[in-house]
Each structure stands twice: as C-alpha cells, then as structure tokens.
C-alpha cells in the first residue's frame, strides 16, 4: 500500500488523516528504528498542526524514544536540525502548500535528508501489518521542547553568504510569510543581514487569510503589487512550510521559480566549473544553455525533492532545485529550502550591484507554461497509459518517460504527470514563444481533461 507520495503523505484533516492514521504511520515509523535513539518533532502552522504534532511526539515517546520537539519551524529548518541534533530522524507534520483542509506526514533521515523511498516502504510495510509498538512503564522516552531551533538554523545561512557584503548593499525587502513558518525565520534572517524589510502575512494562520499557501502569481497577486508601492529592492513569498521561495523584481515582475533555478545553476557552475545540477524533468532547458559555458551538465530526475537531493548527494552536485521554486544549494544542506534562497538573493545583488530584474533579463528567454487538471487519484495509472498516445499522435517528437511523459519538439517540449500529492494531473510546456508554450499548454490540458472524462464515465458504467 502505497501512502507517502512525492513529498510525504497529504491528506484531508478529519477524512483519512486522523488521529488515529498518526499514531499508526508515526508508530510505524518507530518499528523501523526500533525505537532506538532520539527523534524529533516539528510542525508547520497549520490548525491541526499542534494536535497532531503532540499524538507524534507522545507516539515516539510509548515506542521508547527520547523526543525533541521543535514546535513550529520551516521543513528545511527541521532538516537542518536532524543531524546537528544527532537525533536518528525527524518526523515533520506539514501538507506544505496545500489548501487548509490538508495536513501530512514527512519522514527526515538521520543526514537531514527526506527519507529514501525505501524507508518510505518499510514504513508502509510495517503500517499494514499494524506493527507499531509501545514499551512498558521503565522505558517510555522523555519529551523535551527545543526552543533554539530557529535560530541554529539562521546562523547556519548566514555562514553560508557574505552577510558584510549584504549589508554594505542596505537592501529594502518585502518578504511575505503567507501566515505559514517562515514567520519565525525569514523576518529573523533579513535582520541579521541587516536588511531593511516590511514584513506581510507574518503571523500564524492556518486558514491562510492572507492568501492559499501555494505562491503562485495568481495567489499572490496583492503582493506583487506592494513591492513597487514600498520601493523595495524585490519581494519573497514563502509557501506553508518554507521550503521554497518565490521572487518578484523591483519592477514589479513575477519572477517564475525555473528562472531562479537557472540564476543559481549558473553562479554555481561558474564557481565550480564542469559542475553538475539536478534537476526533475519539469524544468526548464535554460539551465543546460546557461552552464554550458562553464562546462557544466545536467542531470535529469523524477519529481520530488527527496529524489533530487538523494541524487545531489550520489553525484555531488554543486546546485539542485526544482522549477516552482524549491532550490537546494550544496554549500548548506541537501533541503529546498526558502530562507537559504532569500539570503543568496540578497548576496548576488550585493556582489554585482545590479538589480534582480536585469539579472533576470540577462538569462535566456524561455517561457515555461503550466496547467491543471483534476484528476481523481484512481484514474492516475490509466491516464498515464493513454498519454503517450494522446502527445505521440500529433508530435512525432523525441519521447521521454523519465517521470510522466514528455514530448520534446523542434518547437519546444510539452509534459504530462499526475502529481503526486493533489488529485491532478500537471502539465508543463517550454518554449521560446510565448504563444507557442500557451498553446501547447493549454492544447495538451484540452486533450487531458477530455480523456480524464472517457475514463471517469468508462469506470462509471464498470461499478
Ligand atoms: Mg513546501
């Protein structure tokens, strides 16, 4: 039975994801390590998060273990955590960006890293055969609450960036929480490096009224408006649980997360030249043009951020990330992480004096198209059979089946995957034409969303 998807387990508080799902994943969990050594704790700020934390912690603590508990912290601030903590894992309750209605269950292994797909099995392994275990009155672990998280965590970052650099620069920063956990961190960072900021949705919400969690320019629309009403030198919207970062210019321009990716890839090649970067199939062919030069390479992978770092750390590579703005830089730790991005951000626009928006200009101009379409999670086996015939028919493109299926063309490449953690079904389409991205975005989701349709009205006459 498969329960952790491409970033942990998400699901509906109060539908599956009950307190009882927690006792038995966390227990199970547990079983795995035979209730041996410490482990740790942390939330996002989610309404369930606190509860469903505490069932964690006081699951861990019947097993045996010692319990750390960090409280509410970013998901890479707990990765950061794990190993400076040496605790065995860490167990982190976030549905990330997801609507309200979520909550999940991550899995951090001892390195920091997210656990490896097979440790996500041998959880689930052990789950269906109910194997959690509890100890008697002598062995119960203790819980203790860990308040310094955050700020080992910042330190960390600001090992890592040139911070006298970053204040000669006296930056102006809006940075938008989006009322998840980089309340504790990024505001907390920005004044360490001596940045100027005004600070939105800082505070907890896990009804998100300022906006929904994920930072889509559409959802975060009000903001990118208020970077150029409060002159600042750019704008950051975190998602829920801090692992990624969006930026927009001072001119008030959106920044898409694959230009960020190619931003970072290049300095880092140029630092390291013949350096590799990983990154999932959905990202965008800028990042191969702009390190070529430096001699660097590509390497292509599933989605999720477990498998990219996992593939960080085989192939030491200088710089991975994802294209929706989940970057990971091997100078800190293998963890998409938000605040790291942020602090690099500022040290590239100290080190070259120029503005984000004319960095941004100076990479290739590529246009990366993105599409939904809901998709109930049953079909997603099905659709993904009959995709390849859908795209092949009118393509004749080079196909690859790394991760979904994608159709790369003269004209550009088009991507069709269900996701891994929502009832969708994501496509992506790149192309150095606007308009040409748009229609093979929009093209394939037409096709995608008629087949979603066959196929539901095909299981309806089944049952
Ligand atoms: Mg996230």
Request: charged letters at 25%; aromatic letters at 4%; proline letters at 5%.
């Amino acid at each position: 039975m498969r329960l952790f998807g491409t970033n942990g387990i998400r699901e509906v508080v109060g539908g599956t994801l009950d307190a009882r799902f927690v006792t038995d994943i966390v227990g199970a969990v547990a079983e795995v390590h035979e209730g041996k050594g410490t482990a740790i704790v942390g939330t996002d700020a989610r309404t369930s998060s606190p509860a469903l934390g505490r069932i964690a912690a006081g699951t861990l603590a019947m097993a045996g273990m010692d319990v750390l508990e960090l409280g509410i912290l970013p998901t890479p601030a707990i990765q950061y955590n794990v190993p400076r903590l040496h605790a065995s894992f860490a167990v982190v309750i976030t549905a990330s960006h997801n609507p309200p209605e979520f909550n999940g269950i991550k899995g951090i292994a001892a390195d920091g890293l997210e656990f490896p797909r097979e440790l996500e099995e041998r959880v689930e392994a052990a789950y269906a055969a109910r194997r959690g275990r509890t100890v008697d009155f002598a062995r119960v672990g203790t819980i203790t609450p860990v308040p310094d998280g955050a700020s080992r965590y910042v330190d960390g970052i600001l090992s890592c960036v040139n911070v006298d650099r970053i204040r000669q620069r006296k930056l102006r920063v809006l940075v938008d929480c989006g009322n998840g956990t980089s309340t504790v961190s990024s505001p907390l960072l920005l004044q360490k490096l001596g940045v100027r900021y005004v600070a939105l949705n800082a505070t907890f919400d896990g009804t998100f009224p300022g906006h929904l969690s994920e930072p889509t320019e559409a959802n975060v629309a009000g903001t990118v408006r208020t970077v150029t009403a409060v002159g600042a030198d750019f704008g950051v919207v975190h998602d829920g649980d801090a692992d990624r970062s969006v930026f927009i210019d001072e001119k008030g321009r959106y920044i898409p997360g694959e230009k960020m990716l190619a931003l970072f890839a290049r300095e880092a090649v140029r630092a390291h030249p013949g350096g590799l970067v990983v990154t999932p199939v959905t990202s965008s062919d800028a990042v191969a043009e702009v390190i070529a030069p430096f001699g660097g390479s590509v390497l292509f992978t599933r989605v999720g951020s477990p498998v990219v770092a996992r593939a960080m750390q085989e192939h030491k590579a200088v710089m991975g990330g994802e294209e929706n703005g989940g970057l990971i830089f091997a100078d800190h730790q293998l963890a998409r992480d938000g605040a790291v991005t942020l602090a690099k951000v500022s040290e590239i626009l100290a080190t070259t004096g120029q503005p984000l928006s004319e960095l941004i200009d100076s990479l290739p101009p590529y246009h990366l198209v993105k599409e939904k379409v809901a998709c109930p999670v049953p079909l997603r086996a099905k659709l993904l059979d009959a995709v390849p015939g859908l795209l092949d028919a009118d393509s004749g493109g080079e196909v690859t089946r790394i991760d979904g299926v994608k159709v790369r063309t003269s004209k550009g490449w088009v991507l069709v995957r269900p996701s891994g953690t929502e009832p969708l079904c994501r496509i992506f389409a790149e192309s150095r034409d606007r308009a040409v991205a748009e229609e093979l975005a929009r093209g394939t989701a037409r096709r995608v969303a008629s087949l979603v349709e066959d196929l539901e009205r095909e299981s309806l006459a089944r049952a």
